[in-house]
């Protein structure tokens, strides 16, 4: 049981993986606040979808008018699909590239230009940013995971 | 070779792991089987979305009027993307955690929680339950996360 | 530090980890494609949804007018949700799969299928192709993350 733990904990003090845990769980909490700024949007805006949701509000008609879509939760809520539809690839591959034994320098710098540009994408989403601000930051974040991918693809190749 | 499956498998001896493997298991089950859901309600209630799935009901107006949004429907597919939003990041999180050498019985606390949450989370959703239901088991499931995602970093801590 | 960064290539040098990271990084990189084929269908439909997204067409009523929804778009859409809600449960449960110590040929036959019915699925939406052509390759990837998910528990099983 000792020596298993201690094998266990060997991958946790790999430098490379543990630069790898912390920026995956720095981007995986940055991805779950957006369910609270929903829900800040929603009981302030008081824009629900949910009838059971407005119940505090009265009954009847009195609570239906808050079974509506508001702008800002709806902008909030695109945020929060996209980061599932970029952050999910990111914490998979990365995963994957963190164990294919990549220089700890290079994978700080993809970790890190990821993590940067996903939270410049979430504050051009939600100031809004002018275009290519929230683009651009994209692009950034979509090319790391790209160049992760390419890195696994390389090392692990079994088709 | 078989010195390095005696090694991989040790990964699944380890106790931890054993019990991150089995919940995380049964959580992403719980989640995929919102899609049977939706398509029971979809069928059921014959609401659909693509022009091609309503084929079998007959051509032209006759088919039309079966495109069209339900309730029911609509409840299932929100409470599988607060799945999405919620189990992804345990499951990702979850992982670091199980490898950054916690106490089993602390592990099994975290993982048991978590997934009777969630279990009672989807019940509160599709019943529906009157709120608080929804919204505590929500937080319950949210706060176990965020209390590993602590242990990881305080354990991995990288920059 | 040698000795550290040797064990953790030991799992990329397993072969089923080697075909896991292989397929899991291919169909996370074909989810991720689904962003750029969104863009593609709203720059050429010309059908946006943040007001700052058309503000290159002019201003006011001008652009207002682009902000709306497009069939392709919406198709584009619905298919990458579905990819979020099949390929995450394959990229988790096959992780924990591929350390459960599978045989190879097995794990291979378990990952080439699920890459090869989410490749059809998506074409079958995209195109799309008669239903159950969509139906059925969505039924083959689901069955084979449910099969992992099985041996994932059978191996595992800690409650």
């Known amino acids: 049981r000792r020596g298993e ?18 920026y995956a769980a720095i981007v995986l909490l940055k991805m779950m606040l957006m369910s609270l700024i929903t829900a800040y949007f929603r009981i302030t805006r008081k824009a629900f979808v949910n009838p059971e949701d407005t119940e ?5 008609e009195n609570a239906k008018k808050f079974l509506r879509t508001d ?19 990111f914490v ?11 220089e700890l320098s290079t994978a700080l710098l ?9 939270i410049l994408h979430t504050l051009a989403y939600l100031i809004p940013l002018p275009q290519p601000g929230r683009g651009l ?18 090392a692990a190749w079994l088709l």
């Open 56 to 60: 505090s509000f009265g009954k009847g």
């Open 71 to 89: 702008p800002d939760v709806e902008r909030a809520r695109r945020s929060h699909l996209n980061d599932l539809e970029n952050i999910v690839p």
């Open 137 to 154: 930051s994209w692009a950034v974040g979509y090319s790391v995971t790209f160049s992760m991918a390419y890195s696994v693809l390389k």
């Open 110 to 118: 993809h970790f890190r230009i990821f993590t940067g540009a996903r």
């Open 92 to 102: 998979g591959i990365g995963l994957l590239y963190a164990l294919s034994g990549p």
């Open 5 to 22: 733990m201690a094998k266990m904990t060997q991958l946790i003090n790999n430098e490379v993986f543990r630069a790898y845990a912390t």
